[in-house]
């Protein structure tokens, strides 16, 4: 009878370590590979992976990293395009025996969450001030560098000056395609209001824009209305 419980006994424990095994197994599969946001740059940069010197991405894996880090790895089924930000879902994969010389992990492709042009590095959010109108020769006095705005992309804002008064408004941007919108701006009365008054009016008909160098180009359609430059 004893000898009947005494295996009875040894049995439940060999059932109860294999769950337990398994449970544990599960867990550590479980850890090995996840789903991940990250944030790549519109350039890359040199860096040194296994004592070579390469291209590398530069990431963030959250909005609160403020500096960008350097990532080595490839990222299966992802094809990349310099001079666009891309936000990205990956799936991550821990190796438990990488091949020699490779990475421990693995990262593959899920989704383009977002693919954004920045043009030529710079941004549209930036301080851009005056440079000229596209049409000027009406103008009583030459156009001074008191025009200015800054653009809060994030925040769809912007502000700036005139050329005398304050302002300030909505700015809706998608591609290449812009409006400024709910400007409004303070009332003092000084001599430059010719091309306050101007460049206003040329904000509130822009439609659309373009950044080479360190130019900002803002249309109405394809008719050029005003030259910004970035002061940086």
Same mark, same amino acid.
């Given at each position: 009878?004893?000898? &009947?419980?005494?295996? @009875?006994?040894? /049995? %439940?424990? $060999?059932?109860?370590?294999?769950?337990?095994? +398994?449970?544990?197994?599960? @867990?550590? !599969?479980?850890?090995?590979?996840?789903?991940?946001?990250? =944030?790549?740059?519109?350039? !890359?940069?040199?860096?040194?992976?296994?004592? #070579?010197?390469?291209?590398?991405? %530069?990431?963030?894996?959250?909005?609160?990293? !403020?500096? =960008?880090?350097?990532?080595?790895?490839?990222?299966?089924?992802? +094809?990349?395009?310099?001079?666009?930000?891309?936000?990205?879902?990956?799936?991550?994969?821990? $190796?438990?025996?990488?091949?020699?010389?490779?990475? @421990?992990?693995?990262?593959?492709?899920?989704?383009?969450? &977002?693919?954004?042009?920045?043009?030529?590095?710079?941004? /549209?959010?930036?301080? =851009?001030? #005056? @440079?000229?109108?596209?049409? +000027?020769?009406?103008?009583?006095?030459?156009?001074?560098?008191?025009?200015?705005? $800054?653009?809060?992309?994030?925040?769809?804002?912007?502000?700036?000056?005139?050329?005398?008064?304050?302002?300030?408004?909505?700015?809706?941007?998608?591609?290449?395609?812009? &409006?400024?919108?709910?400007?409004?701006?303070?009332? $003092?009365?000084?001599?430059?209001?010719? +091309?306050?008054?101007?460049?206003? !009016?040329?904000?509130?008909?822009?439609?659309?824009?373009?950044?080479?160098?360190?130019?900002?180009?803002?249309?109405?359609?394809?008719?050029?209305?005003?030259?910004?430059?970035?002061?940086?």
């Amino acid at each position: 009878m004893r000898k &009947r419980i005494l295996i @009875s006994l040894i /049995i %439940m424990l $060999m059932i109860a370590i294999t769950i337990s095994c +398994q449970s544990s197994e599960n @867990s550590t !599969k479980h850890k090995l590979k996840y789903e991940s946001t990250i =944030w790549i740059n519109s350039k !890359k940069a040199v860096c040194n992976a296994g004592g #070579i010197n390469k291209e590398c991405y %530069m990431i963030k894996r959250n909005l609160k990293q !403020k500096e =960008w880090e350097l990532f080595s790895d490839e990222i299966i089924g992802f +094809q990349y395009e310099e001079g666009y930000e891309y936000e990205i879902k990956v799936e991550t994969k821990k $190796m438990k025996t990488p091949l020699a010389d490779a990475s @421990s992990v693995k990262y593959t492709l899920m989704k383009v969450i &977002r693919k954004k042009e920045i043009q030529n590095g710079l941004s /549209i959010a930036n301080q =851009w001030i #005056i @440079s000229s109108f596209a049409e +000027q020769e009406n103008l009583t006095i030459p156009v001074s560098k008191d025009s200015f705005i $800054m653009i809060d992309e994030k925040e769809n804002k912007f502000n700036g000056n005139g050329a005398c008064n304050t302002i300030s408004g909505d700015v809706l941007i998608s591609g290449n395609a812009i &409006r400024f919108e709910k400007i409004i701006s303070t009332e $003092m009365a000084c001599e430059n209001l010719e +091309q306050e008054n101007k460049f206003i !009016k040329a904000l509130e008909a822009v439609t659309t824009f373009k950044i080479i160098g360190c130019e900002l180009f803002l249309y109405r359609k394809n008719e050029k209305l005003v030259t910004l430059e970035s002061c940086r």
